[in-house]
Each structure stands twice: as structure tokens, then as C-alpha cells.
């Protein structure tokens, strides 16, 4: 079935559905470019967290980029009228596939006929939470780094997504502040996330060899690429238990993969050593 493009952008709220971690930042990037933005979220405080973030953060955003306007933030506990009339919902929900499959239902049968709807999913493709939608044609992944300092945007299709909306959305995501890329085609890890990946595994298994420390790993990736941080200060900040998750992920489909990286992790993730969460990852924190 063919997609009918949404119109008058200008005066359509966006809206994500979840307002955790990513879901937070996404809304942020899409109110530095002037629109409304609702927030649903199952729980009360992270609805209100979520909109004071945006609140507390968009003046500099918006200050830092040339052609940008303040849009707002507004907190919705009904699924429905948080999605009727957006002209783009983005699904930022935990990474479990049975409830973005119910989700996918629930905002299928919700928004209006024209509504692109999106997921931030970082290791499952589209493709894969569209059994209970009718017009998959409007579904598509969307995925953001961690904005607002990482930008890039991964587009990815479902495998049924009308093709006019990738010319659409690369058009018009630059205006909210971030850069689209297409995916030719499905990739667990899109485009960045697979080579950051590589990355990691490579910096690990140095470790895992014993050839090096993490200290020195990140000190030389540091002064060669003028990173602001290496590999394992990165590792910690996002969580070791989700980056063994995610490197396990990737090993579920490539058994070549070596084991070194995931022993080593294990070992942190066994002795409680997660990373900024914790307190202690590969380096200490002040908790
Ligand atoms: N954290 C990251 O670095 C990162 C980066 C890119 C993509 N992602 C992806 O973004 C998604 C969200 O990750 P996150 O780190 O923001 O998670 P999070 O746990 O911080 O936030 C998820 C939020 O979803 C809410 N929620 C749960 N079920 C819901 C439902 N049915 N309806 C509405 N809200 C619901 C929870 O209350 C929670 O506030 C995941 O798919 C993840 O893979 C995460």
C-alpha cells in the first residue's frame, strides 16, 4: 500500500513514546527545531523528569545551533491523545521485542492515517515488531546516538517502508539538529553502531591478550584520533552489562567472533563492576 507524506509539519506536535535515557534526548532535539513535543511515559516521574530535561536543556541547544527555535515539552498519560495528530511518533522504549510488538500495535491502531512511526530500538530491527501493525508501510527505524553531542541518525526499513519517506526524513531531520543515514539494508547495528562495535572488541581483546592496559588504550586512542575519551572510559559510561549484551548480540550471529572481549566484560560485570553506575567499571567514580 502506498504512504501518503505527512503535511503542515509546522503546526503537528512529535511525539516519544518513553521518556527514559534516549527518549528524553530525542524529544530535546526535536524542540530545539521549534515543535511540540509530547512525552508518554508508563511512569509519572520520568514524564516529568523527561520534560524538565528538556526544559533545563534547550535554551543552550537551541543558542548553539544556527536556524534553531525553542519549541516545548508536555507530559501525556494517555497513549491516544499523545499520538493523535503527531506527524511522527518515536518509540523509545526498553529493548524487549514483545512489548515494542505490542506497542507497534497499539500506536498503528492510534495515529493519524499519515503518521510516520518510528523505532529508536539500538540491536532490533523494525522489521521485527510489525506483526500486529496494518500499515507497515509507515513503520521504519530510527535510531539516535545520544544526543545532543552525538548526532548521526540511522534510517532503516522495516522491509516494507514506502521509499518516498527516507527522501523525506533526510530532508527534514536536519532542522531538528540531527544528521540522517540510510541503511541499504537491514544491518543488527545499522551503520556507526557496527563499526564502534569493532572498536570496542579490538580495544578489548588487546586487553584480553594482555598486550596493554585500558589506561594506555584510551590514552593512545586519544592523542592518534583527538577523541575526547577512549573505548573503555566509553564502555563505562553506557553500562559493561550493555555492552556485553550488545557484544553478545553481535556473537548470536557471527559465532566466529572471539570470546576474549565477552571474558574479559564477564569478569567485570561478575565482580559488580559496571561502570559509572556502580561507581567502579574499568576506572573508579565518585558515586
Ligand atoms: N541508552 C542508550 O545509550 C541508547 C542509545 C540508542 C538507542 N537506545 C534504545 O532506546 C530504547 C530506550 O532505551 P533507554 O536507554 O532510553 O531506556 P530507559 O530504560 O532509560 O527508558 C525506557 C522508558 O520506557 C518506559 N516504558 C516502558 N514501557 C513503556 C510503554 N509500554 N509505554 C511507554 N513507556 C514505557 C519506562 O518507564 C522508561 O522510562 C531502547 O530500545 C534502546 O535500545 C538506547
Request: proline share 6%.
Amino acid at each position: 500500500m502506498t504512504f501518503q507524506l505527512p503535511q503542515n509539519l509546522q503546526t503537528r506536535p512529535v511525539t516519544v513514546i518513553g521518556g527514559g535515557t534516549l527518549g528524553r534526548r530525542i524529544a530535546l532535539m526535536f524542540a530545539s527545531g521549534g515543535s511540540k513535543v509530547r512525552v508518554y511515559d508508563l511512569s509519572a516521574d520520568v514524564r516529568e523528569a523527561a520534560v524538565s530535561y528538556v526544559e533545563q536543556t534547550l535554551p543552550s541547544v537551541v543558542a548553539d545551533r544556527e536556524g534553531a527555535a525553542a519549541g516545548c515539552a508536555q507530559a501525556f498519560d494517555d497513549l491516544d491523545a499523545a499520538v493523535g495528530g503527531a506527524w511522527l511518533v518515536i518509540e523509545a522504549i526498553p529493548e524487549r521485542l514483545d512489548l515494542k510488538t505490542t506497542l507497534f500495535g497499539q500506536l498503528d491502531a492510534a495515529a493519524d492515517d499519515d503518521t510516520i512511526i518510528a523505532s529508536n530500538s539500538s540491536s532490533y530491527a523494525s522489521r521485527l515488531m510489525i506483526d500486529k501493525v496494518n500499515h507497515p508501510e509507515r513503520v521504519l527505524n530510527m535510531h539516535f546516538y545520544m544526543p545532543p553531542h552525538q548526532n548521526a541518525v540511522d534510517l532503516m526499513s522495516d522491509g516494507k517502508t514506502d521509499p518516498t519517506i527516507f527522501d523525506f526524513l533526510r530532508d527534514e531531520l536536519p532542522r531538528y539538529g540531527v544528521h540522517p543515514f540510510v541503511a541499504h539494508k537491514e544491518s543488527t547495528g545499522f551503520i556507526f553502531n557496527r563499526i564502534w562495535a569493532a572498536i570496542k572488541r579490538e580495544s578489548l581483546a588487546v586487553v584480553a591478550d594482555g598486550v596493554s592496559t585500558p589506561e594506555d588504550v584510551d590514552r593512545m586512542f586519544v592523542v592518534n584520533t583527538g577523541a575526547p575519551a577512549g573505548p573503555f572510559r566509553m564502555m563505562d559510561q553506557v553500562g559493561l552489562d550493555v555492552v556485553l549484551d550488545i557484544e553478545n548480540h553481535y556473537a548470536e550471529e557471527n559465532p566466529d567472533l572471539p570470546e576474549g572481549p565477552r571474558r574479559l566484560l564477564h569478569e567485570y560485570v561478575d565482580a559488580g563492576r559496571l561502570g559509572v553506575k556502580t561507581g567502579r567499571g574499568f576506572y573508579p567514580y565518585d558515586q
